[in-house]
């Protein structure tokens, strides 16, 4: 049996939060009057990852406003959130359906049922009416923090810009498991003007991911003009782009070796075997990203992803 890891962030009750201001619980709107962007920090997409919750509480606690356009603050999977049991930790990442993998038409108008895609219908047009959106999450794992956004110019531009995290996770092609809320509607698309980043700013329970979680969103806010801040010059960044998105399809499916992120294999180099399927670096340099704690059939076992040299 796997170790738990500490719990350094508590999860508090969100109830005084509930009443938004835009007809959507747990969504805060605040216009500055001025002309700008619409920007929505989104929190909680899932609910274990309580650094999200943290930096939204802080934005609304502080009574933080735009000085310039909209700023939107949203706390997106609260019943999972709620169902959190620190002796079982990872559980409350979602009740049924997992909320970032579900921004497609097909599922957004299919006739499914669950408490994401009902919290999803009712967030939908809170995402369309942002131009840029900062969704924030967390890993399972103790790993750097880093950037993952749709293969557009205009979000790697912005992230490249904030400069922190450094590492940048680039999806040409999507997720390749479903429509995460960064590729919703216009989002999606080559021609729109908004930007659309996650941010995962470490391991779930740890203090020092709730601290990267609120200077990330106070970073993204400046870039776009709503709050002033000093942002310090960018390290040097990392990009590396998804190549294929390993969803896990039998219960055999195991690590060659314990991972926890990062790790890089040489092309052609065994990874993974899932029953008789091998999983072998499709390149050279090959980082593996996001790691299955404990893989389960139908979620993703790891991400492998090829560096962009520039």
Same mark, same amino acid.
């Given at each position: 049996?796997?170790?738990?890891?500490?719990?350094?962030?508590q999860?508090?009750?969100?109830?005084?939060?509930?009443?938004?201001?835009?007809g959507?619980?747990?969504?805060?709107?605040?216009?500055?009057?001025r002309?700008?962007?619409?920007?929505l920090?989104?929190?909680?997409?899932?609910?274990?990852?309580?650094?999200?919750?943290v930096?939204?509480?802080q934005l609304?606690?502080?009574?933080?406003?735009?000085?310039?356009?909209?700023?939107?603050?949203?706390?997106?999977?609260?019943?999972?959130?709620e169902s959190?049991?620190s002796?079982?930790?990872?559980?409350?990442?979602?009740l049924v359906?997992?909320?970032?993998?579900i921004?497609?038409?097909?599922?957004?108008?299919?006739?499914?049922?669950?408490?994401e895609?009902a919290?999803?219908?009712?967030?939908r047009?809170?995402?369309?009416?942002?131009?840029h959106?900062?969704?924030?999450?967390?890993?399972s794992?103790?790993v750097?923090p880093?950037?993952?956004?749709?293969?557009?110019?205009?979000?790697?531009a912005?992230?490249?810009?904030i400069g922190?995290?450094?590492?940048?996770?680039?999806?040409?092609r999507?997720?390749?498991s479903?429509?995460?809320?960064?590729q919703?509607g216009?989002?999606?698309?080559?021609?729109?003007?908004g930007?659309?980043?996650?941010?995962e700013c470490?391991?779930h329970?740890?203090?020092?991911?709730?601290?990267?979680?609120?200077?990330?969103a106070?970073?993204?806010?400046?870039?776009?003009g709503?709050?002033?801040?000093?942002?310090?010059?960018?390290p040097?960044?990392?990009?590396?782009?998804?190549?294929?998105?390993?969803?896990v399809?039998?219960?055999?499916? #195991? %690590?060659v070796?314990?991972?926890?992120?990062f790790?890089v %294999?040489?092309?052609?180099?065994?990874?993974a075997?899932d029953?008789?399927?091998?999983? #072998?670096?499709?390149?050279?340099?090959?980082?593996?990203?996001?790691?299955?704690?404990?893989?389960?059939?139908?979620?993703e076992?790891?991400?492998?992803?090829?560096?962009i040299?520039?």
């Amino acid at each position: 049996m796997q170790t738990l890891p500490p719990i350094e962030i508590q999860p508090r009750d969100l109830t005084p939060y509930r009443r938004g201001n835009v007809g959507v619980d747990y969504v805060h709107r605040f216009a500055s009057g001025r002309p700008g962007p619409h920007v929505l920090v989104n929190a909680l997409t899932h609910g274990n990852e309580f650094c999200g919750m943290v930096a939204a509480t802080q934005l609304l606690d502080s009574g933080v406003r735009p000085r310039i356009g909209t700023l939107t603050v949203s706390l997106a999977n609260v019943a999972a959130y709620e169902s959190f049991r620190s002796e079982r930790p990872f559980d409350s990442r979602q009740l049924v359906h997992n909320l970032n993998r579900i921004w497609s038409r097909e599922w957004l108008e299919g006739e499914d049922e669950s408490p994401e895609l009902a919290r999803a219908r009712a967030l939908r047009p809170v995402v369309a009416a942002a131009d840029h959106v900062l969704d924030i999450h967390s890993t399972s794992s103790d790993v750097q923090p880093f950037w993952v956004y749709p293969e557009f110019t205009r979000n790697g531009a912005a992230a490249c810009a904030i400069g922190r995290p450094s590492v940048h996770l680039v999806m040409p092609r999507g997720l390749g498991s479903g429509t995460p809320l960064v590729q919703h509607g216009l989002h999606g698309t080559e021609g729109h003007h908004g930007v659309a980043l996650v941010a995962e700013c470490g391991q779930h329970f740890r203090q020092a991911t709730a601290a990267a979680a609120v200077a990330v969103a106070f970073d993204f806010l400046a870039h776009f003009g709503l709050v002033e801040r000093v942002i310090a010059p960018p390290p040097p960044q990392q990009r590396l782009r998804l190549l294929r998105t390993c969803v896990v399809r039998t219960p055999e499916f #195991r %690590f060659v070796r314990p991972l926890v992120g990062f790790e890089v %294999f040489d092309e052609g180099e065994l990874i993974a075997t899932d029953g008789a399927e091998e999983i #072998r670096a499709p390149c050279a340099a090959c980082t593996v990203l996001m790691p299955a704690r404990q893989p389960t059939v139908g979620r993703e076992g790891v991400y492998l992803a090829e560096p962009i040299v520039a």
